[in-house]
């Protein structure tokens, strides 16, 4: 089934897109397209899921972090092949289309060392490289390996695997061995980690710091595990940071996730309900909008921290090892 | 035009395609003619019909239109022959003859030695022999290269040459000088009063040259195995293209001042030790790999190579340029077969900002590059703030390409260098103490690598070259680029 990729058609395919968007300009210099890339963007898609909605994804990205976007997607039963296509929108009031390129590879199953062994002549030079994997079963073949390693990030989301636990096990192998790690799980959990920041931002409350003495986590247990640990491991350290140790629970099967920090006579909680997060500090409730996450929201943010995040590589040794 | 080797490659791929782009552009003068010489026996008709097939096939972006073939054929011409046979040039002389009756040509002759190099110096005697070094028009010699295989051989030939033409009459051909960007490096320079302040060792830290290649020997591993990627590659078109990014304004763009400029920097490159050679240089040899899904061959177990060969098919060298503008800045200069893909490149590497007031990414130095092949272009990568809150820095590039900004080909090397010296323009070609100043730097690297015995293979095909490439670049704290 497997046939072969040959980098220089594909880069000649680039190649040839931009001469014939320039010609469809026809010499008026202020129309014409504008050429836009600021790194390049492989995404690795799960066998059989929706195209169209990734495609959206993208294309919503692109605005925000312009890209050389190389889809791969698993597919059992056809042959490896790559197509070429531009990714193009009109800013609002110009005249002039930005495009970035993108490619699409399809890969049977076990040619990950194929496709990875394309992937270093087709990036774009001199630009970060940023695997987004959604799948998890090829984050755990061999192969992903020498991919991972080109990389400047790999980003996955924990939340859709199955075992939690495992899952930042995982993680943190890969992190040990030098690769630089982003999960949306834990960037599901910026908006929360501000909201519990703010609460301390009070100097009342910050005050009673040390008599915070347990952190529970409530969670829904289907998907939600990698963020609780994640979430516990970040409030355990923080708290630590400032001289307070506590006990930290997890308590999965809840279905409205949240987080409580408790003392003798002084508790803390944020609690997610209907998209609202309800943030109450001894029976003193406030409500704010959360809306649920996209994977557009969530992939931005990560794209948006290209370098090590060294708050998210702390936590998640700490996570692994609780 | 008079074509020695004319049923080889070069002929049918560069040479004939390049001449009928010419044509197709009215570039040529109406009486323009070309004689082919080759041992094989054709008739001029059936030159004319191998020459027309060759035209269909390897014209890239030319249309093949049969009426400007059919005109441009009428001015074809073949002579069969031996290059070693005194006969030939007599036959020569009389087609010439003939041809400056015929088409008016006023005895103006370029002579082309597509040949074995082996043959270079028989040719040029030959024709002095037959009194075609003189005639009542012009008369020049394009010589491919290698120009020798080392300093002394390079010398002999130019000695030979001699006898019968001048130095001026003489063009030696390195076809990088002839690409559209390599040109616009001196215009990028010279052209603009922003980069030249910029231009010297305070400014820039190091210089990259890449010259990759995807491809393998591709059925020339007996050559290569004798050749080699430093002399093959790095001895001619890297150092040419790096004494063009290196050199000094020239006067004018007058080519005695833009080659004397260019000879000056090549003289300038410090000639190592054996102990500096092992430290700054580098050579590899391509190991059998899958790539893509294909599985490709090592050197080694290309058709026509010894098994045991130590042949480099990649070379790095670092390069210093012992003058007030470069003092300290090292230049390094790579090339190899079965690298990850077909790219030509030049990357300046500027000094990073004195002070990190950012945190993160707030060192990042600005690359300026100069891409040679395939799309041809400048790229100037700088650091930007990233929109929001907060002070995040990203890099990005400001891009400049030739295909989408003129939105018009442009012409191939052989096409340039071709008018060129129809024309009489040299500046684009290779005068010889250029070659010996090269080869002065290059041969004693060569003679170390070959008095040492390499654990080849050392690279898988499909990889950026060997650890010790990576190893020579990070004693100075630097890295390779992937372009």
Redesign the interface.
């Known amino acids: 089934m ?7 058609r594909i ?2 395919e680039m ?1 040839d897109i ?2 014939d ?3 469809q ?1 026809d ?1 008026d210099a202020s129309a ?2 504008l ?1 836009s ?2 790194m390049t963007l492989v995404v690795i898609a799960q066998e059989g899921e929706d195209a169209m909605a990734l495609g959206e994804t993208l294309a919503a990205l692109m605005p ?1 972090h312009p890209a050389r976007a190389i889809v791969i997607w698993p597919k059992r039963n056809e042959p ?1 092949a790559a197509k070429v296509t531009a990714q193009c929108w009109m800013p609002f009031g110009q005249r002039r289309q930005i495009c970035c390129e993108q490619i699409e590879i399809t890969a049977p199953e076990g ?1 990950m ?3 990875a ?2 992937i ?4 774009a ?4 490289l940023i695997v987004w994997c959604r799948c998890r079963g090829t984050f755990e073949e061999p192969g992903f390996g020498a991919l991972a390693e080109m990389a400047n990030k790999v980003i996955v989301d924990t939340s859709a695997w199955p075992d939690g636990k495992g899952a930042i096990g995982r993680l943190a192998a890969m992190a040990a061995r030098g690769i630089t790690l982003g999960d949306l799980s834990w960037t599901h959990l910026t908006r929360w980690r501000e909201m519990l920041s703010q609460v301390f931002e009070n100097a009342m409350y910050l005050a009673r710091l040390p008599e915070i003495s347990r952190v529970r986590m409530r969670y829904n247990a289907a998907n939600m595990e990698p963020m609780a640990r994640y979430m516990g491991a970040w409030v355990v350290n923080s708290l630590e940071n400032a001289g307070v140790r506590v006990e930290l629970t997890l308590e999965p099967g809840a279905d409205d996730p949240a987080v409580e920090l408790s003392g003798k006579d002084f508790r803390v909680e944020l609690v997610r309900q209907d998209g609202r997060m309800i943030t109450t500090v001894n029976g003193l409730s406030d409500c704010t909008s959360l809306p649920p996450s996209s994977d557009y929201l969530l992939l931005s943010e990560e794209l ?4 090590r995040d060294e708050t998210f590589e702390r936590v998640l040794a700490l996570a692994a090892r609780s | 035009m008079v074509i020695f080797g004319a049923s080889g490659d070069l002929t049918k791929r560069k040479l004939v395609p390049a001449l009928f782009r010419l044509a197709y552009d009215r570039r040529l003068s109406a009486g323009f003619a070309v004689v082919g010489i080759s041992r094989t026996p054709l008739s001029d008709d059936q030159f004319r019909e191998k020459m027309m097939e060759a035209v269909k096939s390897f014209s890239e972006d030319t249309q093949f239109d049969p009426e400007v073939w059919a005109a441009f054929a009428q001015g074809l011409f073949y002579v069969p022959g031996d290059i070693n046979d005194p006969g030939l040039y007599q036959r020569l002389a009389q087609k010439l003859g003939e041809i400056e009756q015929s088409r008016h040509t006023g005895g103006n002759v370029l002579f082309y030695l597509s040949t074995q190099p082996s043959q270079y110096g028989q040719a040029a005697l030959g024709l002095g022999s037959a009194g075609l070094g003189k005639g009542s028009g012009w008369r020049r010699l394009v010589v491919e290269k290698p120009f020798g295989h080392d300093l002394a051989s390079a010398r002999a030939l130019s000695d030979e040459l001699h006898q019968v033409f001048d130095e001026s009459d003489v063009y030696r051909i390195d076809h990088y000088l002839g690409k559209e960007t390599v040109q616009n490096i001196l215009a990028f320079r010279f052209g603009n009063g922003i980069f030249e302040p910029l231009w010297n060792r305070r400014y820039v830290n190091h210089v990259q040259i890449t010259a990759a290649e ?1 491809i393998g020997v591709e059925g020339r591993g007996a050559y290569y195995q004798e050749a080699g990627a430093l002399a093959d590659m790095i001895q001619n078109h890297l150092l040419q293209v790096m004494a063009t990014i290196a050199m000094e304004p020239s006067a004018s763009f007058h080519a005695t001042s833009v080659r004397d400029e260019r000879s000056k920097l090549l003289r300038s490159i410090r000639q190592m030790k054996p102990d500096e050679i092992r430290c700054n240089s580098a050579p590899g040899q391509y190991g059998p ?6 599985q490709v061959p090592g050197f080694r177990q290309e058709h026509g190579v010894d098994a045991e060969s130590q042949a480099d098919t990649y070379a790095a060298v670092t390069f210093f340029v012992d003058n007030w503008r470069w003092a300290g800045v090292p230049f390094y200069l790579r090339s190899g077969k079965r690298l ?3 790219v030509t490149e030049i990357a300046i590497q500027f000094n990073p900002a004195p002070l990190a007031i950012f945190d ?2 707030g060192t990042v130095p600005n ?1 300026l ?1 100069v891409r040679i092949q ?2 041809e272009g400048i ?1 100037l ?1 700088f650091l930007s703030k ?3 809150t907060g002070m ?1 820095l ?4 400001m ?1 400049f ?1 030739y ?3 003129f ?1 018009e080909r442009s012409p191939s090397a052989y096409e340039t260098l071709l008018l060129d010296a129809i024309i009489g323009d040299a500046t684009l070609y290779t005068r010889q103490d250029m070659v010996e100043a090269s080869w002065t730097v290059v041969e004693p690297i060569q003679t170390v690598w070959r008095e040492t015995k390499y654990d080849f293979p050392n690279y898988a095909a ?1 990889t ?1 070259g060997p650890k010790s490439a990576d190893e020579m670049l990070a004693r100075r704290g630097h890295v390779w ?3």
Do not use: M
């Open positions: 497997s046939t072969t990729l040959a980098p220089e880069l000649r190649s931009w001469v968007l320039a010609k300009a010499g014409g397209v050429r890339c600021s925000e490896l040619s060392p194929d496709v062994s394309v270093s002549p087709i990036a030079p001199d630009l970060p948006g921290i290209v370098q | 995807s790999a899958r790539i893509g899904g294909a990850p893909k077909r993160g990414e690359l590059t395939p799309e790229s990568k990233r929109p929001g995040t990203r890099p990005v590039s891009d390409n295909g989408s900004s939105g499909g950026w680029r992937k372009p």
